[in-house]
């Protein structure tokens, strides 16, 4: 028997290998026939020597030219029809509706769906933006027609939208948090002597909370604050590299960029911090949690599903609220001891809800029920 073909397409490239690699590698080393499609940016040895059949899909992530955006889907077309899988498995927002598109047209047996939050567009403002939802949300409700297609969604806020806007219906929803990570790969150690260090390590843009992080950085005494991350110069909210740079003159913060190492990251820092406005569920803080970190972050979708409320493992503030998000992370820097309760308790919360073999099995229980379903023979 032939073994059931599962393709990945997702843009960009990197969002695949930081937040779906462990699941691809699963699904090889239980049979699956792994095929990858990426926009053709580049991707490191631990994607390339995995083993997987690799294919270039030209993809931007932002609004492009309409002879643009028809080249991406003739070439998903293409794609499909020349290699006919059994599970085309889609991630972010043009995957989803390009590739549910051809998946339904192809008559592919199974699809699959993943939300990793709503993103920028269902949280901007304005009537601009409020277009925008509509039609993406009609694209959704198109995707999803597909007979036989499941959705996965990291949080039940981002349920109820998508089921608000009638494009999920329950029967098609599974919920899994997140992406998971390998707890085994996250050291827990004392936090290091001296200032404490208060880290917000993400994608540089607005919608994460960084201005916020800066007001709150200018108020709180007695801490080092460090920003770590690149500027997401394809994202429309991207912050400006110059006024970063001009935090750093300052003496506000320091910028690392990008970490290649975020264990050793957060074991020199003492406090995480991100005050977003919408997650999926940010895996930056189940990283912290893994590493024994206590967390600061913003009661909203995604976040507050951070929180142990019964053995508290951080801290919960409104968006957007500066003085909250400062009297909280001062509250953390001026007791260590409290610091290192709620660390033990979110390396607990990790272990209980994140642990990356947990989300695997979850995802492959997914891909199982659709090949059992096949509505195509």
């Known amino acids: 028997m032939a073994p059931v073909k599962l393709l990945f397409l997702v843009n960009p490239g990197w969002f695949f290998e930081s937040h779906r690699l462990p699941l691809a590698l699963a699904a090889k080393e239980a049979g699956y026939e792994v095929h990858l499609a990426l926009p053709g940016d580049p991707v490191t040895k631990a994607v390339t020597l995995a083993g997987f059949h690799m294919h270039v899909v030209p993809m931007t992530r932002q609004g492009a030219s309409l002879m643009s955006e028809m ?3 003739w070439e998903i077309y293409k794609l499909y029809k020349k290699v006919r899988p059994d599970i085309v498995h889609h991630v972010t927002i043009k995957p989803v509706l390009y590739g549910s598109f051809v998946a339904r047209f192809l008559k592919i047996p199974g699809v699959v769906n993943a939300f990793s939050g709503l993103g920028h567009i269902f949280i901007a403002k304005g009537w601009k933006a409020a277009m925008s939802r509509f039609l993406i949300a009609l ?3 198109v995707a999803f027609k597909h007979p036989n297609c499941m959705g996965i969604v990291q949080n039940t806020d981002d349920e109820c939208v998508l089921q608000s806007y009638s494009v999920l219906t329950k029967a098609q929803t599974v919920l899994i948090k997140g992406s998971g990570v390998d707890l085994a790969k996250y050291d827990v150690v004392p936090e290091p002597e001296g200032k404490p260090v208060v880290t917000l390590a993400s994608r540089l843009i607005a919608e994460k909370g960084i201005n916020e992080f800066i007001a709150a ?3 709180v005494k007695n801490a080092q604050f460090m920003l770590v ?3 997401d110069k394809g994202n429309p909210s991207a912050l400006n590299e110059d006024v970063i740079k001009q935090w750093v003159q300052e003496g506000v913060i320091k910028w690392i960029g990008f970490s290649k190492d975020i264990n050793s990251t957060f074991k020199n820092s003492s406090i995480v911090v991100l005050p977003s406005y919408r997650e999926g569920l940010p895996k930056v803080l189940i990283e912290a949690l893994a590493c024994g970190r206590p967390i600061v972050t913003t009661d909203t979708a995604g976040c507050r599903e951070m929180i142990d ?3 508290p493992n951080g801290i919960l503030v409104p968006v957007k609220n500066i003085n909250e998000l400062a009297v909280s992370i001062q509250c ?3 007791d260590r001891a409290m610091r290192a309760a709620m660390g033990r308790y979110g390396r607990n919360w990790a272990e209980k ?3 990356i073999e947990t989300i695997v099995a979850e995802t492959l229980e997914v891909y199982e029920k659709l090949v ?3 509505i195509y023979g």
Do not use: K
Request: aromatic share 12%.
């Open 217 to 219: 950085a200018r108020i």
């Open 71 to 73: 080249r991406s889907l």
């Open 139 to 141: 694209g959704y409700r």
């Open 353 to 355: 809800n994140f642990a």
């Open 372 to 374: 059992h379903q096949d």
């Open 229 to 231: 991350g690149d500027v």
């Open 332 to 334: 953390l820097v001026d």
């Open 309 to 311: 409320f019964v053995n």
